[in-house]
């Protein structure tokens, strides 16, 4: 066992507590593949992680780190259509923030034609989640409105991208007028400034992107257009709220809550065949463009888990190795 660096948790706490220190190496596993880290990306979860309020799923790595970009530097049995040398980007249920990490072979995505290899760090997570909530199961069509909440977080700024590039009519919230140009140049047609306005006034939207789970809940119902999907993926609101089930059954409306990291391997293949086949296509053809914000060498994961904090960013701030 040669040893790596990795990003390890010391204690549940401030963003003091990530050290890059020396871990023993990965092994990989059937259907895995090893890769040699060029870069990992900052999540919302990253944090909840290290102030002990989301633990790792069972079988994961103990480091952070949803996703990486680099280079397969083994292919374990039974994997095919990978090989020794490959460019990558991988969704993971954690260990991101490391040298080397071992991921399953279905959750490895080709580096898009004409996308840095590290840039490529902040795509897989912000694609898979986009994807499987705002299209697989909220159904968003061409013609209809999308809310965005949140337009100029990693999500908000896939989010937005993907859904003009499918040809829907996109509205977002932010708290700032600079995140509201930011989101106007990635194709908003409207920005919504959270302190000034109510969003409630400029629907109703057929899709909501809701990250404010409790806070916005009441609202969001009352935002919905008939047979309106409301998509919470984050509680950064609270997560207990009253429910008007009057208002969603006049509507035909329907709220659905998930979590993207602790989905079975299977739904998480399907989810990263869907992204490979419907929105890389948009990378390669340039219609959809990583946006990203600052690199940050991985050592320091400290600074950018604050930078993250103090929510200055637009898009993604990556963890170069
Ligand atoms: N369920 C899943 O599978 C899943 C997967 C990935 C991410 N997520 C969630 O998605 C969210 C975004 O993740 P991220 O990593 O992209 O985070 P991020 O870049 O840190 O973004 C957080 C955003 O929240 C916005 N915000 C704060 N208060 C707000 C308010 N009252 N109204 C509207 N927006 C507000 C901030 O914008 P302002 O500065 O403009 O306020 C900021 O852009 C997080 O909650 C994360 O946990 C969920």
């Not at 989301?54 to 095919?80: C, H, I, K, N, Q």
């Not at 909440?149 to 977002?172: D, E, N, P, Y």
């Not at 659905?256 to 053809?285: C, D, F, G, M, Y």
């Not at 219609?287 to 993604?316: N, Y």
Request: proline residues 6%.
């Amino acid at each position: 066992m040669i040893g790596m660096h990795a990003i390890v948790i010391r204690e549940p706490g401030d963003a003091e507590v990530l050290e890059w220190t020396d871990v023993p190496d990965p092994a990989v596993q059937p259907g895995e593949v090893l890769i040699e880290v060029a870069a990992s990306a900052v999540n919302r979860a990253d944090v909840m992680q290290r102030l002990g309020l989301y633990p790792p799923p069972e079988g994961a790595p103990p480091y952070p780190g949803l996703e990486v970009s680099g280079r397969v530097a083994e292919v374990g049995p039974d994997v095919t259509g990978l090989k020794a040398g490959d460019e990558v980007c991988a969704l993971l249920a954690g260990g991101g923030y490391a040298e080397r990490v071992t991921v399953p072979a279905t959750q490895v995505l080709p580096v898009p034609r004409g996308v840095d290899v590290v840039d490529a760090a902040g795509l897989p997570e912000v694609a898979c989640t986009v994807w499987s909530n705002v299209f697989m199961l909220g159904g968003l069509s061409a013609g209809e409105t999308l809310l965005v909440h949140g337009g100029g977080s990693g999500i908000g700024t896939m989010a937005i991208q993907v859904a003009k590039a499918r040809g829907a009519r996109v509205v977002c919230t932010v708290g700032s007028a600079e995140k509201a140009a930011r989101c106007r140049e990635l194709g908003a047609d409207l920005v919504v400034n959270y302190r000034e306005e109510d969003f409630v006034e400029s629907g109703p939207y057929d899709v909501i992107l809701d990250l404010m789970g409790a806070k916005y809940l009441a609202r969001n119902v009352e935002a919905l257009a008939t047979g309106g999907r409301l998509m919470v993926i984050g509680l950064q609101g609270g997560a207990r709220a009253e429910l008007d089930l009057g208002k969603m059954l006049r509507k035909r409306a329907l709220v659905h809550a998930t979590s993207l990291r602790s989905r079975p391997l299977e739904e998480k293949a399907q989810i990263v065949a869907a992204v490979h086949e419907h929105l890389w296509p948009l990378l390669a053809s340039g219609e959809v463009r990583p946006v990203i914000d600052q690199r940050v060498p991985m050592a320091d994961a400290a600074r950018a888990h604050r930078l993250l904090e103090e929510s200055g960013h637009v898009g993604k701030i990556l963890l170069t190795v």
